[in-house]
């Protein structure tokens, strides 16, 4: 069967968009062939900085014969006492068949006139030589560029094209402007190694012939490459190199023919803070840093870079990266030891200076707000007096670094820096890591903090972001959001989860609000609140269940569904709503939710015919004994009477193991209640009687709503 080569050659590609190039390829490729009934048998992705490419094996020859039904329009308007109409004979030529070819037949809206076609499958080629442009014009990314004269985008100029079938050219031709790309089969190979064109005889000699020109395209087969290079210049250093994901991932895709080379810098810089020093190498220069051990946390005077050529060269590399790394290394070495030259606190004053945003004051403005939340949450927590002043110290310098000369140059360190000056200031422990930690997380890959000040800190600062950010009306929309507003709601769960605070979300959000709204002169708070309320209910809903892994009907019945009830107890206590979502999934896990599941929900279908509020959860105020007229009434209550003291009890002591095993023991109860030889009419002709039935209904309805909404609950 065929094998078909595409390659896009261009000019050098941004490191992310070879990824992102990659994964969309080898997404909507396979998706457009299936579309045209061309499942190949394997198909590969490849991407350097200067080209595309794919690798497709097993194509069919051509689309299979096929059998295709029309349907056309009703049968009374295609014909009239038995002869076609115009609309009979405009779908028949539509179509391309006689007018005999067409077919009456019966469908649930009536009869409807069919045609059957034989549909011949086209050549593989044909088919190939359309998608070409859709494959390659059909990627998105960001800062897409126009070349020459011509109204092609890309993100960088396409200057040669390769696509084969087997060993036949495909014809394919990109027209820009007055630019014609055609394709060919020449490549290109290494730009130093290799600079003369690269002839593929036929697609399945692409591999052999790009690395023959010093050109490996697979980039799982570089990334490797450059993990066991990396890994054997730090064992001769006697050293050791964390494989950083990102950065090993952005040079995998900034070379064609990886090479590491060794560098040295003047031990003189390992007195600076180990971060400068990486940040530094990693993010900047995208070097790898040497550690002793693995550990990582202390330097050897040495780095390992990728170069993209001759590893002949690589002494003349190595001088010219050591030149670059000594200046970049002197800069942080100035600016460490100036900024030590004052205590942290000294630089608060100059965040009067900076500007948070246009319309939410200083940098300054904001520590102070930041203070304040950090001190309502304190305050929420009952923490010790001890832990209440590292928190609000740590709160009043959490920002204090951003003004430093290191922190200007290498914005990265906001934070890491923070902690380092404040220790060198004096300030405790708890304080300085704090400063750190309230940051946390800053990527997917961090963890969470783990003090308390810092978590307490971090809340605060996100808080006050989200209330700002709200309050002058900027809510993130679809794929849009500047402010990063989706991730710091989500820190502020996933932080409050972890370190398991008690604290009231709905509370804080209501007074951050009315003190937004006094200090910037604005309208409403109530609204304010509401709209930060919502925002978090979807943070909390997807969080359950994309992080958590609760099924989405567990969900809907913890946080209910337009029921301000559930709402604002889920904000209220945030542990509470995580643990009873946790709760019912690992019931519905382990079969015990199927067997409540029957009984409490016919009693909720029932209750709902009732007045009862859903907050009662009382039988001795509600209902009345004397009504009785079976014994099933009485059981029943009496087993109401037993669930009281499961769902009185504060979230620290409620067992809600114990509520389903009572609600479970019910069950027989509830069944002889409605089906058994003492059964009871619910909907007695009585109005008291039946009002006493409906609140025993309404009752169990509400102790097993303490858990969560039945009724939203599917049957497993």
């Known amino acids: 069967m065929p094998e078909f080569l595409l390659e896009v050659g261009t000019e050098e590609l941004p490191a ?149 079938l087997n060993d036949a050219l495909l014809p394919v031709e990109l027209l820009n402007g007055s630019e014609m790309i055609k394709s060919d089969r020449n490549s290109c190979g290494h730009r130093i190694l290799n600079p003369e064109p690269v002839e593929i005889p036929q697609a399945s000699d692409y591999l052999d012939c790009l690395r023959h020109a010093y050109v490996e395209v697979s980039p799982d087969e570089r990334r490797r490459q450059i993990q066991e290079q990396v890994t054997a210049a730090a064992k001769k250093l006697v050293g050791h190199v964390p494989m950083y994901s990102d950065l090993l991932q952005e040079v995998t895709n900034l070379v064609e023919w990886p090479i590491a080379v060794v560098g040295k810098f003047d031990s003189q810089f390992l007195s600076l803070p180990v971060e400068v020093v990486e940040t530094v190498m990693i993010t900047h220069q995208r070097y790898f840093p040497v550690f002793k051990n693995d550990q990582a946390s202390e330097l050897i005077p040495y780095f390992i870079t990728i170069g993209n050529g001759d590893s002949a060269k690589s002494e003349i590399i190595s001088a010219g990266n050591e030149r670059v790394i000594k ?23 100059e965040l009067e200076k900076v500007t948070l945003q246009e319309d939410l004051g200083s940098v300054r403005q904001k520590v102070a707000r930041i203070e304040k939340i950090a001190a309502q949450i304190a305050e929420q927590l009952a923490v010790s007096d001890t832990a209440g002043t590292d928190i609000l110290r740590a709160a009043l310098l959490c920002k204090a670094d951003l003004v430093t000369q290191m922190v200007y140059e290498f914005p990265e360190l906001q934070g890491v820096m923070g902690q380092k000056y404040a220790a060198a200031s004096g ?18 890959s961090d963890s969470l903090p783990q003090t308390l000040a810092g978590q307490v800190v971090g809340l605060a600062d996100r808080l006050d972001t989200l209330v700002s950010i709200f309050g002058l009306g900027m809510l993130p929309t679809g794929s849009s959001d500047p402010f990063a507003l989706r991730r710091a709601a989500n820190a502020v769960v996933n932080i409050t989860w972890e370190a398991d605070l008690l604290i009231n979300l709905n509370q804080l959000l209501q007074d951050i609000a009315v003190d937004f709204v006094e200090t910037f002169a604005r309208n409403d708070s109530s609204s304010l609140a509401k709209s930060l309320q919502e925002f978090f209910l979807q943070r909390i809903r997807t969080l359950l269940q994309e992080e958590q892994e609760i099924d989405y009907d567990l969900v809907n019945a913890v946080l209910g569904e337009n029921d301000p009830e559930y709402q604002h107890r889920a904000l209220t206590n945030l542990l509470d709503t995580r643990d009873r979502a946790l709760f019912l999934q690992s019931i519905r896990d382990n079969g015990t939710l199927g067997e409540i599941y029957e009984t409490v929900n016919r009693s909720t279908r029932l209750a709902a015919q009732g007045d009862l509020d859903t907050a009662q959860l009382e039988p001795a105020a509600l209902v009345s004994t004397e009504l009785f007229q079976k014994s099933s009434e009485q059981a029943l209550y ?79």
Not at 59 to 85: H, N, V, Y
């Open 327 to 349: 200046a970049r290394l002197a800069d942080g070495q100035f600016f460490y030891q100036a900024d030590l030259k004052s205590s942290l606190e000294s630089y608060l004053p």
């Open 16 to 164: 992310d968009f070879v990824d992102s190039a990659i994964t969309q390829w080898l997404s909507r490729i396979p998706q457009s062939l299936d579309e045209q009934l061309l499942t190949p048998e394997a198909l590969a992705v490849y991407g350097t900085p200067r080209r595309l490419a794919v690798l497709i094996k097993g194509l069919p020859q051509r689309q299979p014969d096929r059998e295709e039904e029309i349907k056309g329009p009703p049968a009374k308007a295609a014909f009239k006492e038995g002869k076609p109409t115009k609309a009979a004979e405009g779908f028949a030529r539509k179509q391309g068949v006689a007018l005999d070819a067409l077919e009456v037949r019966d469908t649930d809206k009536g009869e409807f006139v069919f045609v059957v076609k034989q549909i011949s499958g086209y050549p593989c080629t044909e088919i190939l030589t359309e998608l070409i442009p859709q494959w390659i014009f059909g990627l998105e990314g960001r800062r897409f560029m126009r070349w020459g004269d011509g109204d092609l985008r890309f993100p960088r100029p396409i200057r040669w094209l390769v696509a084969l």
């Open 638 to 716: 009496d087993a109401l009477v037993k669930l009281v003291p499961q769902t009185q009890t504060s979230r620290e002591e409620r067992d809600y193991q114990k509520l389903v095993a009572a609600i479970s023991e019910i069950a027989p109860t509830v069944s002889e209640f409605f089906d058994g030889t003492e059964s009871v009419l619910v909907m007695d002709p009585n109005p008291e009687i039946r009002r006493n039935r409906l609140n025993l209904l309404g009752l169990l309805r509400n102790h097993a709503r303490v858990i969560g909404d039945f009724g939203l609950i599917v049957k497993s």
């Open 427 to 444: 300030e405790s422990e708890a304080v300085a890591e704090a400063i750190f930690e309230h940051y946390l997380p800053r990527g997917a």
